[in-house]
């Protein structure tokens, strides 16, 4: 059974730092408000010629300026973190697994491909396919979340259904032989079904969608399946050999 559910970084694991950050800028502001507390409430004791604390004006400064540097400091790297948070979130690629698809010597639009999975109960475990076709096509369900859920570390949730051989022409399609392998024991799948029915009703849902990803077959070249944030996408393994 080749199934795969994505297994991006934990939901919201990212956005840790971001928080420690905001709890520091909102601790620098309370001092702030505090100090600003103490001068006023010293001012208006002067006034009314009241007994004050005395402060030094280094000190006071002094103490200002610390505030002042929490507080800038904790801003300055909310924004950091929020732009590398940005960054990570949307062109993070989870590894789904290794395809190897070469032509068959001497035949025509004909190749062996050979599935390794990466991230789940078969991973390492090879498979081998017979595809018909100029180019092999990968087939999956996606569900988007909201890109602010994204941003905050939700992945995107994929499926592989099918593997499958492509014509480069819709004529080949149609009248030549063709080779289509499930990847899933069960290809009605009762909880996408709902999916593709009701799931952009859902709160925080973007989309919900059928995608596929294709290239042509290659005897020097090994790609590498991912799950985007939108999607699937095949990529030649760099330095294979």
């Not at 698809?101 to 498979?127: H, K, Q, W």
Request: proline share 5%; aromatic share 12%; charged share 15%.
């Amino acid at each position: 059974m080749l199934e795969q559910v994505s297994r991006l970084n934990p939901p919201f694991s990212g956005s840790i730092p971001i928080y420690i950050a905001l709890g520091v800028f909102v601790l620098g502001v309370l001092l702030l408000l505090w100090f600003i507390y103490r001068r006023v409430s010293a001012a208006i004791n002067i006034l009314r010629r009241r007994p004050v604390e005395k402060v030094g004006i280094v000190t006071s400064t002094l103490r200002l300026l610390i505030i002042l540097l929490i507080i800038a400091v904790s801003v300055a790297t909310m924004f950091l973190l929020a732009f590398l948070q940005s960054y990570t979130a949307f062109t993070q690629l989870d590894m789904i697994a290794t395809v190897y698809c070469t032509p068959v010597p001497g035949s025509e639009n004909d190749s062996i491909l050979r599935f390794v999975m990466a991230n789940s109960s078969t991973a390492g475990r090879l498979r081998q396919y017979r595809v018909l076709g100029e180019q092999w096509v990968i087939e999956g369900h996606i569900l988007k979340w909201d890109n602010w859920l994204n941003f905050l570390g939700l992945p995107t949730m994929y499926k592989l259904t099918r593997l499958r051989g492509r014509y480069l022409k819709a004529a080949d399609e149609a009248s030549k032989p063709s080779t289509v392998y499930s990847l899933v024991p069960n290809e009605e799948d009762p909880l996408w079904i709902w999916l593709y029915q009701y799931g952009e009703r859902l709160p925080f849902v973007q989309a919900v969608y059928g995608n596929a990803a294709y290239t042509f077959p290659s005897a020097s070249k090994v790609f590498n399946l991912y799950a985007t944030i939108s999607g699937f996408m095949i990529q030649e393994r760099k330095g294979n050999s």
